[in-house]
């Protein structure tokens, strides 16, 4: 069977990992295959036959989260990179959690971007069904990303599982309220089938009692940089009137595709909650921990990242586990 696939993101990133706009695949085999670790060359340059694998199939569960956050695309960028660092710090300890194998730029035809491979380590961070299912020493994960901000694209692995396992994120950072239907340029059939899930960052009610905490909540913080926040009930149609304060939405197109006869899909339906779970936490992090990164500049962030691999390597060996759990109640 062959898939003709049309994917809105810049030409040049799609040149970078080797596929044009629109371009021929076959589907990917459904045998298990030998996974092959790839120099950071190759990684970064990784050709599209293995773009397709992990790209979108009428088969998979697809989710678009749509974020809105009261800070522009330009402030987001730096406060995503700098929330990220700061919650593996969080989520790492006990041999669990982050590592950082790659993190370099790449620049190509004129474009940009930031290339990263991390290893997560997650025993007692999967949620129990898998880990029923998987030995221990597989609860392993590979996330490699290119981010061409606004755009960027993490494709996510598991080695026990090959490539009958993928969760890949196409993320589009754009200054609006998420109103754009279809601002990752699906065809009409693939449109059609994704879950749109709006996440709001003051809703408390939409998270696990486990994982509140009083000061990354954006219903009570208040920015004494900025100005912003405490986001009340009425926030984002608040935030669509003001001209005062900038917006933007981060919209996460999430494709789960998970081979395993017989438990496929309550596995990737679980995946979903915890990519839903993942984001929700993150944002409010975000948010609440705008007065330390606002006055970042990239150059700043970057060796704060440094500095993070290291200290993520030193917390991973000597510090006990730490964080978010797994997802069961």
């Known amino acids: ?31 298990l295959g030998i996974f092959q670790e790839e120099s950071p060359e190759e990684e970064a340059s990784s050709g599209g036959e293995r773009f397709c694998q992990h790209h979108l199939q009428v088969n998979m569960l697809i989710k678009e989260f749509r974020i ?12 995503q990179l700098y929330a990220v660092a700061e919650a593996s710090k969080n989520e790492t300890g006990g041999g669990e959690g982050v590592e950082v194998l790659t993190n370099e730029p790449y620049e190509k ?26 030995p221990k020493d597989s609860l392993v994960v590979h996330e490699k990303a290119w981010n061409a901000y606004p755009y960027c694209k993490t494709v996510i692995t598991n080695s026990y599982m090959k ?113 839903r779970r993942v984001f929700t936490h993150f944002h409010r992090q975000l948010f609440c921990w705008i007065d330390k990164w606002i006055d970042l500049s990239m150059d700043d962030i970057r060796r704060m990242e440094q500095e993070t691999k290291a200290e993520l390597d030193e917390m991973r060996m000597k510090e006990g586990v730490k964080g978010m759990g797994n997802d069961d109640n």
Not at 68 to 79: D, F, M, T, W
Not at 117 to 124: N, P, W
């Open 109 to 134: 035809d004129g474009e940009k971007g930031q290339y990263t491979h991390k290893i997560y380590h997650l025993q007692s961070k999967v949620p129990s069904i898998l880990r029923k299912l998987a």
């Open 163 to 275: 490539e009958n396992f993928s969760i890949t994120i196409e993320t589009w950072h754009k200054p609006d309220m998420g109103d754009q239907e279809n601002v990752h340029g699906l065809e009409k059939t693939l449109a059609a089938k994704r879950d749109i899930v709006h996440i709001d960052i003051a809703d408390r009610s939409a998270l696990y009692s486990k994982d509140y905490k009083a000061d990354q909540d954006p219903a009570i913080f208040k920015s004494e940089k900025t100005g912003r926040g405490p986001l009340g009930p009425e926030w984002k149609k608040e935030l669509a009137n003001n001209p005062d304060c900038p917006h933007m939405c981060a919209y996460k197109l999430v494709s789960v595709e998970f081979k395993w006869l017989g438990i496929q899909s309550p596995v990737e339906s679980t995946i979903q909650k915890v990519e």
């Open 1 to 31: 069977m062959v898939y003709q696939l049309h994917v809105n993101a810049p030409s040049s990133y799609l040149e970078q990992v080797g596929v044009s706009s629109s371009f021929r695949c076959r589907a990917p085999s459904h045998t």
């Open 68 to 79: 809105v956050l009261p800070v522009s695309v330009e402030e987001y960028q730096v406060g």
